[in-house]
């Protein structure tokens, strides 16, 4: 798997310039291989492990005199450290200090060194400091080199806006009607056949206009279903009613691009979408492009029809600018023209034609007679736009040789593109390819006749695009010609989809860098599922059966099964987890694999658990238990769905079961001891156990004791995921003993692996433990609560109120807690905006105006108000009331508001008075006003 400078500068852990260094200088004698394209550098996971493997060898034998450290390492280390002593911050006499003793390492590793300084090195030297200090440090170090290396956030969109051409020209009458019927309408529809432009018509209007919209390449989703988790996931709700009041507080306008290829198997359920989101989302736009007349509505919506191709003039200034050698005198320049009638993809690919075949007047010629035979078919009884692009794409297809012909075939199976230097992947023996150089003749060749298009994916990957009206075509030519090559070269794609997924995994989310794994998931999601959606179909279809290898249609479901479920469980993209886990299942049982459909089934039970599905989870165990009895063998995860399940009602069994789980593993890693998977669930088991002691017994003591032996565990494999919930539960639990400076400690570590990997569901739960904990040990460093965590754990909470039917006394308190703790830091200006929002969202679900969330997003306005004027008197006595609560004694005790305000009135520099004199003041006052009434 190749991957490009900046993720193998990341994967390593270091600069781009040391890499560099690694290619042109080496180290100890060897140099590290890169494979260089055209305007790209890019480098094999398997040479980069190989190279940090040879990194760390020793570099001489005991006894041998120590090597100095290469200058480029020297150069690097000072880059890391920004001139400063990493621990103390000193600047003056750094020394490069060995994490591993040179004498026991003989290493020169970049990650065994660090910059301290001379007294701090001492130090570590003489065991003051510890080696678990410094190895944090280090580890901090690298982990911010990393995010300078990397210009991606993990939050990438599958469906991001399409690439406008730059010599995008013509059509100003229908950009200004867009206009208008933008300006009259919520539902707007753009209308016309394939490849008469409607998208990047739209795209120039949203150029032009300078819309932020929320764009959905409809043609990437399998199913209806796929669509709505997607709709959902963007707008981070659960169902329809949540979704309209989140798009209408936004204004939020949505693009459906190509919304008939949903239409055409799931009519009633988009019509009925969009008839909904004209009827309610009174504040949104919603814009959709279809080669369908306005699929049949009864409704009013503004609709542009693209009935009319472009004029002569636009015509011909496509045609030149994609072909400047054609003269606008020339006769068959003007009869290609006018047969095309102003098609844009026709004359694209006209322009192509023209390019290759170099004279205008062989091309007509063949236009010409294929056009009156294609025409003159009883099935085609008039000549209109769609049949001069079939007759063109027929044109065009029959000058690719086979190599080309199956090339695109194969790039037409990427819904989200085809990375582009990875086609060498087809380079073998028995491929039709044999060469990276005709890989790349072919795709010049289909570039030339603009078949297919480029763009640069989030990682600066060069990826295919290939029109919807072509893939069609390509697919239908292929299906008509041999049945049998379009499940070859289906079979071909998807086999290497497979094995990404799979190096991903292996590569990625058992490592340190699981956050670029997740990017890369990102990206590739469309395609892994509609790999698996044609795998699935190919599987069970008759007549597929009869064309196809069925067991590796089988192999592929089970494949990305494997390849992932980690990352769908990381992302919380639960439902697609659910199906993909139960086909995996399906086809391990059809193949008999009954230990790794037993896998797969219990990655559905615990997806199922997690969102509340009980009866499901143990409808999904029977099954487990079925195929335990098949296998003839004891599984763990059988034991810890059981465990599971039991908690609730009886938790000393529950942890029997657990218990038992980790004695079958301990047998597992006996029989082969480098077995990971064993010991991961060991790790998760003890962490199960921690959980059961910690929520059901009430015995923090005990749980510590689990959950560190599961986190170091999952530490030791780089279990990341897993690890970071051990983390906060870590942090409770000292809590809970009162060593707060400790809790504090695993809490920013299990903020920063959830910020990191993406997992914002968890966020709030952390950032609320330390707004406990910010109120009584004001003198702890809290200065890692960025920005961006705050905001992160704002949006949690308000997300969690949106999504619940009922506001629990615990979600009130976790909202107080992380409004305290945002107010206190440095950011706490963001209180204003985000607290509006939150009351919309109330308003929304009719929560009473003297609810504690209202008093609470009141508080948060009025601080933010006096924060900005600290001598408004009126809004201190606001805030001082609005602390009251008008609540029991009891809330007051668990909440303590004016211990929150005592210390935040004091650190805003607003006034100094103890908890218990606001608590009096604001109790006299109530007394004198009741003895007034």
């Not at 018509?201 to 300078?210: A, G, H, Q, S």
């Amino acid at each position: 798997m190749l991957i490009n400078e900046n993720e193998a500068a990341v994967y390593l852990g270091i600069s781009k310039e040391l890499l560099f260094s690694f290619v042109k200088s080496g180290y100890n004698g060897r140099t590290l291989k890169v494979n260089s394209d055209i305007s790209n550098n890019f480098f094999d996971i398997n040479d980069l492990q190989e190279w940090n493997t040879f990194l760390h060898t020793p570099l001489i034998k005991k006894g041998e005199k120590r090597p100095d450290i290469p200058l480029s390492i020297r150069e690097y280390l000072k880059v890391e450290s920004n001139g400063k002593c990493a621990r103390c911050g000193s600047g003056h006499r750094l020394d490069n200090a060995h994490i591993n003793s040179w004498s026991d390492s003989f290493s020169h590793h970049p990650h065994n060194l660090i910059r301290l300084c001379t007294d701090c090195h001492t130090k570590y030297d003489d065991g003051i400091i510890s080696k678990e200090e410094i190895i944090k440090l280090k580890e901090r170090l690298i982990e911010k080199l990393k995010v300078e290396n990397t210009s991606f956030n993990i939050d990438v969109s599958n469906h991001r806006l399409p690439k406008l051409i730059e010599d995008f020209s013509g059509r100003e009458f229908e950009l200004t009607k867009l206009s208008e019927l933008y300006s009259q309408n919520r539902l707007i529809c753009i209308e016309g056949v394939g490849g008469m432009g409607k998208t990047q018509l739209l795209l120039k209007f949203i150029e032009r206009e300078k819309l932020k919209v929320n764009w959905f390449n409809i043609e990437t989703f399998s199913g209806f279903q796929d669509f709505i988790v997607e709709l959902f996931n963007r707008f981070q709700v659960s169902d329809f009613d949540q979704l309209l009041d989140v798009i209408n507080s936004e204004d939020a306008i949505l693009v459906f691009d190509g919304i008939e290829t949903l239409w055409s198997n799931f009519q009633d359920k988009v019509t009925q979408l969009l008839k909904q989101l004209n009827d309610y989302a009174d504040n949104a736009k919603i814009i959709f492009t279809t080669q369908f007349n306005s699929l049949g509505f009864d409704v009013n919506l503004g609709v542009l029809k693209l009935s009319d191709g472009l004029n002569e003039k636009d015509s011909f200034t496509l045609l030149s600018k994609k072909n400047s050698s054609i003269k606008i005198d020339d006769k068959n320049i003007s009869e290609i023209i006018s047969f095309s009638d102003g098609h844009p993809l026709t004359l694209i690919l006209v322009a192509g034609l023209i390019y290759m075949i170099r004279s205008p007047e062989d091309v007509w010629k063949s236009i010409n007679e294929a056009g009156v035979s294609f025409i003159q078919d009883p099935n085609h009884k008039e000549h209109k736009k769609s049949t001069s692009l079939e007759v063109c794409f027929d044109l065009v297809y029959k000058t690719l040789d086979e190599k080309q012909r199956w090339l695109l075939m194969y790039l037409s199976l990427f819904p989200a593109g085809c990375k582009i230097p990875f086609l060498e992947i087809l380079i073998r023996k028995d491929s039709i390819f044999k060469s990276k150089t005709e890989i790349k003749m072919s795709i010049a060749f289909l570039s030339q006749y603009n078949l297919v298009d480029f763009d640069e994916d989030y990682l600066g990957l060069e990826r295919s695009i290939i029109l919807n009206p072509i893939r069609f075509f390509v697919r239908k030519k292929t299906w008509n010609n041999s049945k049998e090559l379009l499940h070859a070269i289906q079979l071909e794609a998807f086999q290497n989809l497979v094995f990404e997924a799979i190096t991903l995994y292996s590569t990625y989310m058992l490592s340190d860098e699981v956050e670029y794994g997740i990017v890369h998931y990102e990206i590739e999601l469309p395609n892994y599922l509609f790999a698996f959606k044609k795998a699935v179909h190919a599987s069970y279809c008759d007549e597929c059966r009869k064309r196809s290898d069925r067991e590796k249609y089988l192999r592929i479901i089970t494949g990305l099964s494997a390849g992932l479920y980690k990352y769908l469980f990381t992302r919380g993209k639960i439902s697609y987890g659910i199906e993909i886990n139960k086909q995996g299942a399906k086809a391990h049982l059809e193949l008999e694999e009954f230990d790794l459909a037993i896998d797969d089934l219990n990655q559905v039970a615990i997806l199922n658990w997690r969102i509340g599905n009980k009866e499901e989870t143990r409808s999904v165990l029977l099954e487990m238990q079925r195929c335990e009895a098949l296998s003839g063998e004891r599984f763990s995860t059988v034991r810890f769905i059981e465990g599971e399940i039991l908690r609730e009602t009886n938790a000393r069994t529950a942890i029997e079961k657990f218990q038992e789980a980790i004695s079958i593993c301990e047998i597992n890693l006996k029989i082969n001891p480098d077995d990971r998977a064993p010991k991961g669930n060991i790790g998760n088991m003890l962490s199960e156990i921690g959980r059961t002691y910690e929520r059901y017994l009430n015995d923090s003591k005990t749980a510590l004791e689990y959950y560190v032996k599961g986190y170091n565990i999952q530490r030791e494999i780089k279990d990341y995921t897993n690890m970071f919930c051990n983390s906060h539960h870590i942090g409770n639990c000292y809590a809970d003993a009162g060593l707060f400076d400790k809790s504090l400690e695993y809490y920013r570590e299990a903020l920063e692996g959830f910020t990191k990997y993406g997992q914002q569901q968890y966020i709030g739960n952390s950032l609320s433990e330390i707004g406990r904990i910010r109120i009584s040990n004001p003198d702890l460093d809290y200065s890692f609560l960025t920005k961006d965590i705050l905001l992160m754990g704002l949006d949690d909470i308000q997300y969690e109120i949106a999504v619940t039917d009922k506001i629990n006394f615990y979600l009130e308190s976790k909202l107080w807690r992380i409004i305290g703790v945002v107010a206190l830091s440095e950011h706490s200006l963001m209180l204003t905006d985000w607290a509006h929002s939150l009351v919309r969202t109330l308003d929304k679900k009719h929560i009473s105006e003297w609810s504690l969330p209202y008093f609470f997003a009141k508080i948060a306005i009025i601080s933010n108000e006096l924060e900005s004027d600290k001598n408004n008197a009126e809004k201190l006595e606001e805030i001082k009331f609005l602390c009251g609560l008008h609540e029991s004694e009891v809330i007051h005790d668990i909440l303590d508001p004016f211990a929150w305000l005592s210390l935040w009135l004091k650190e805003k520099n607003i006034m100094d008075i103890s908890r218990g004199d606001l608590y009096f003041e604001i109790e006299n006052a109530f007394w004198d006003n009741n003895e007034d009434d």
